[in-house]
């Protein structure tokens, strides 16, 4: 379900008077999302147009001069992809993992299904609902784009 674009942000202000890094990520009305360049977002138009929710944004510096064009970007795709065998996750109904919500724990051992994720590049994850997810293969297409300038706080292999 897309979130109503009167419900979005027009407009931002850079504390920096600089233009946003490719990938922030956001949490806007308790729905996973990011304010993301318009290298980015081009990427992912191109690739995934039907999957995600692109709305444009002004970014501005204190003085209201525009400095930069950016999206606010929501996934549409919620998949299932965390692997309940991951060691380094929390769950947040202890005694009912399998319908359980869970929060990610830093370190190795976190891991999503591939057969999952197999064709899509980006999306939320049902049981991880504040977090956003981009694929290895997705990774490579930003990488060789030179589509960079953002980190991920949790990096999950592929089984």
């Known amino acids: 379900m897309k979130i109503p674009e009167n419900d979005l942000p027009q407009k931002i202000i850079s504390r920096e008077g600089a233009p946003p890094y490719d990938f922030t990520p956001v949490h806007f009305s308790n729905f996973p999302s990011a304010i993301i360049s318009e290298r980015f977002a081009s990427c992912l138009m191109e690739l995934e147009p039907e999957k995600h929710q692109f709305s444009p944004i002004v970014v501005e510096d204190f003085e209201k001069k525009v400095v930069a064009h950016a999206y606010f970007w929501r996934p549409m795709v919620i998949l299932d992809a965390i692997d309940l065998n991951s060691t380094r996750i929390v769950f947040t109904k202890k005694d009912d993992i399998a319908n359980s919500t869970c929060q990610l724990r830093h370190g190795d051992g976190n891991f ?16 991880c609902q504040s977090k956003l997810f981009i694929s290895d293969a997705f990774l490579e297409i930003l990488s ?9 706080t949790h990096k999950l292999k592929e089984i």
């Open 144 to 152: 060789s784009r030179q589509i960079d300038d953002f980190s991920w």
């Open 112 to 127: 999503v299904n591939k057969n999952v994720i197999d064709g899509h590049l980006a999306w939320a994850d049902a049981r």
